[in-house]
């Protein structure tokens, strides 16, 4: 790309492309809310020479998930003041090299939809060095030589780099079948975030929205484990959750208003109103149910048979 004209829609590809392109374009329909993180932390470097290393590395640990959790919690309560603050970020590390009002002015709140992060501003150095601009419009179609803007403007562009569009798939596409019968995820509801309402020995690692996606996947690796050794410990063959509250409702399985998450959001299981069908997004919560929390919590039934169990779960992975 050294000397080409690009065009990206990620965050994270435009610091890398504006390196060696002439001039990078970054093409977004809507704005989004980045924050500027560097990767180098005086008070982890402190800790890590303090402490010994697997204590230093535990308390980093903690810092980082508590402070991601906390700044979610207050954008939550106060989002007025996470947004305002947010914006006077973002104007101070662009100044006048771009309109913030127009290209870094969400409609929604924050943590209504991901924040982005640059790392060490590498986005916004980019900006601010001129390689790189911010075009805020939806495409009416592609020319010979760029991408024709609805607003009537012409992007002209030698390489064009696709960065949006995510086709979100439940469990990875695998098509399953209950009692011989063809079973859907987006009919069912998540037990835990991980196991699904009488679907027996079936469960996914799914991470957070608001945070590290492996803290949750992590979490869920320790549950299911738990899992296996108590139905060892007690000769069980099978394990499903099992619903008997009327009053459970259900809700989307995300409540994040991304296009790519709507868009999919039909297929993939239900959330319930309350524990524990009810996804908290919140680590806290989730060491306390997960790594600590009873298995035999009158809501996961086991058996050493199958025969007390709703239905029988079997897979095929596409292509096999």
């Not at 535990?58 to 810092?63: G, L, P, S």
């Not at 179609?141 to 030698?158: C, Q, V, Y």
């Amino acid at each position: 790309m050294t000397g080409k004209r690009s065009g990206a829609t990620a965050v994270t590809l435009v610091p890398a492309l504006a390196e060696k392109a002439a001039h990078v374009t970054m093409l977004q329909r809507s704005p989004t809310y980045v924050i500027g993180l560097p990767d180098w932390d005086p008070l982890t470097e402190a800790l890590r020479v303090l402490l010994p290393g697997r204590i230093g590395s535990a308390v980093n640990r903690f810092k980082n998930v508590w402070l991601a959790t906390l700044f979610f919690q207050i954008s939550r309560r106060w989002p007025k003041l996470i947004r305002k603050a947010l914006r006077l970020h973002m104007r101070h590390q662009l100044g006048n090299a771009c309109n913030v009002d127009v290209h870094f002015n969400p409609q929604y709140n924050p943590w209504e939809e991901r924040l982005c992060i640059a790392a060490n501003n590498d986005l916004f150095k980019a900006i601010r060095s001129g390689r790189t601009e911010v075009v805020t419009d939806h495409i009416e179609g592609f020319t010979e030589t760029g991408i024709h803007l609805k607003s009537g403007r012409t992007l002209e562009a030698d390489i064009i780099v696709s960065a949006t569009g995510l086709d979100l798939v439940p469990l990875g596409g695998v098509t399953f079948s209950l009692d011989g019968q063809p079973w859907e995820p987006g009919r069912s509801i998540t037990y835990k975030g991980m196991m699904f309402k009488d679907v027996p020995n079936l469960a996914q690692a799914t991470g957070y929205t608001n945070a590290s996606w492996t803290l949750k996947c992590d979490l869920t690796s320790l549950y299911v484990c738990r899992l296996i050794n108590h139905m060892d410990r007690n000769g069980y063959r099978f394990c499903a959750p099992h619903n008997t509250d009327p009053d459970l409702t259900e809700l989307p399985f995300v409540d994040f208003s991304s296009g790519y998450i709507q868009r999919a959001i039909d297929k993939f299981p239900k959330q319930g109103s309350k524990a524990p069908w009810k996804l908290y997004q919140n680590y806290a919560r989730d060491i306390v149910s997960l790594k600590f929390g009873a298995l035999e919590d009158g809501v996961m039934r086991f058996t050493d048979d199958g025969a007390t169990l709703p239905g029988t779960a079997s897979s095929t992975v596409p292509g096999s």
